[in-house]
Each structure stands twice: as C-alpha cells, then as structure tokens.
C-alpha cells in the first residue's frame, strides 16, 4: 500500500498542539455543520469523490470500490455512499461534542485506532480528507462559507490532524507500518 506522498499533504499544521477554538468559532461551526448534515450522504459521497480526485492514491485503501473506474458508478456504489455516512456520522460526533474536549478526543481516538490498526491507513491521508472537506464545504456551500467560517473551520480541522497524529505516535506508527500490509480497507467494517 502507498503512503500519502509529500505531494498529497501540502497542509501541515503549524501548531504543536491543538489550538483551542473560541466560543465564537465553535458556535460558527455547530451552525453551519447545522445546514450541512441536513444533505449528510450527499455531502459525504462529495468529499470522498473529492479526495480521490486530490489523491488518487487514497481509492486503493478501500477494498470494496476501488476497482470501479466509472466516476457515475463509484458516486451511486452502496459501500462508498457507507462510507461518506460513516465519516459525516464522525464529524457530527466531533461537532456535537465541540464543547467537550474529552469527548472529542474520544471520537478522535477510536477512529485513529481504526484506521491505524485494522487498515493501516497513513495518517497523512487524514489531512487530505480535511482539505477536501474544506474545498467542498466551500464550494457546496459558499453563501454559508465566508473567509470567518472557513477559517473556524481550518482550525478544527488541524486540530483534528494534530489529535490523530498524536494518536498515530501513541501507537508507535511508522511509516514500515503501512508498507508490510496488504490493502484491505473495507469499508463494511465499520471503519
């Protein structure tokens, strides 16, 4: 399996921790996450098709679709249109739980272990994910996206990179991790 390439993860966060969100940012993202969810699969099936497209290489992590070639075909597949609910059902956790660190980190922590352990999913791939999420936010959404709600959410998002990093280091992840198994993300597992 290829790791995500330098190329694929421009967006680094510069903090060493996270930063904490102000009231204000938090209350900017619970109420546009509001008018989000309400298209949850949609949105979701979106921002994979989004990441695929800004790393090809990502499509190969999931067993189930990543042979289907035809872009109409991929958008209906059952398992993908799973797999964006999964990961919006992840994000409302995270929005839900804004308020509550332990909480978040909770979340956080479970789907890092996921994709660490049972699919050896390099944490880089976290950070293309969260562009993605950002790019269509944007532009599904850009009377709702103004330059203070993109910005709340650049901020959650790399506090999200730097908790699932930190979670990746906790497990003792390197790079031979990855590089020693076999692709198999499936994604009926629950991942």
Request: a negative charge; charged letters at 25%; glycine letters at 4%.
């Given at each position: 399996?290829?790791?995500?390439?330098?190329?694929?993860?421009?967006?680094?966060?510069?903090?060493?921790?996270?930063?904490?969100?102000?009231?204000?940012?938090?209350?900017?993202?619970?109420?546009?996450?509001?008018?989000?969810?309400?298209?949850?699969?949609?949105?979701?099936?979106?921002?994979?098709?989004?990441?695929?497209?800004?790393?090809?290489?990502?499509?190969?992590?999931?067993?189930?679709?990543?042979?289907?070639?035809?872009?109409?075909?991929?958008?209906?597949?059952?398992?993908?249109?799973?797999?964006?609910?999964?990961?919006?059902?992840?994000?409302?956790t995270v929005?839900e739980n804004?308020?509550?660190?332990?909480?978040?980190?909770?979340?956080?922590?479970?789907?890092?272990?996921?994709?660490?352990?049972?699919?050896?999913?390099?944490?880089?791939?976290?950070?293309?994910?969260?562009?993605?999420?950002?790019?269509?936010?944007?532009?599904?959404?850009?009377?709702?996206?103004?330059?203070?709600?993109?910005?709340?959410?650049?901020?959650?998002?790399?506090?999200?990179?730097?908790?699932?990093?930190?979670?990746?280091?906790?497990?003792?992840?390197?790079?031979?991790?990855?590089?020693?198994?076999?692709?198999?993300?499936?994604?009926?597992?629950?991942?």
């Open positions: 399996m290829e790791r995500a390439s330098e190329e694929e993860v421009e967006v680094e966060a510069e903090a060493e921790a996270p930063v904490p969100l102000s009231d204000g940012e938090r209350l900017i993202i619970q109420d546009t996450w509001a008018k989000v969810y309400l298209n949850s699969e949609d949105v979701g099936v979106a921002i994979l098709l989004r990441l695929f497209s800004n790393s090809p290489s990502s499509k190969r992590l999931f067993s189930q679709f990543r042979d289907v070639e035809d872009p109409l075909e991929l958008e209906r597949s059952t398992q993908l249109r799973q797999h964006a609910l999964m990961v919006m059902k992840a994000i409302n929005v804004i308020h509550n660190d332990d909480k978040m980190a909770s979340v956080l922590k479970s789907v890092s272990k996921v994709h660490a352990i049972r699919h050896r999913v390099d944490p880089g791939y976290f950070k293309i994910l969260c562009v993605a999420i950002l790019e269509v936010l944007g532009e599904t959404y850009p009377e709702v996206v103004t330059a203070e709600v993109a910005a709340a959410w650049t901020k959650l998002l790399a506090n999200v990179c730097l908790m699932v990093a930190a979670v990746y280091e906790e497990l003792g992840w390197t790079s031979e991790n990855q590089d020693h198994h076999q692709d198999h993300h499936d994604t009926s597992s629950g991942s």
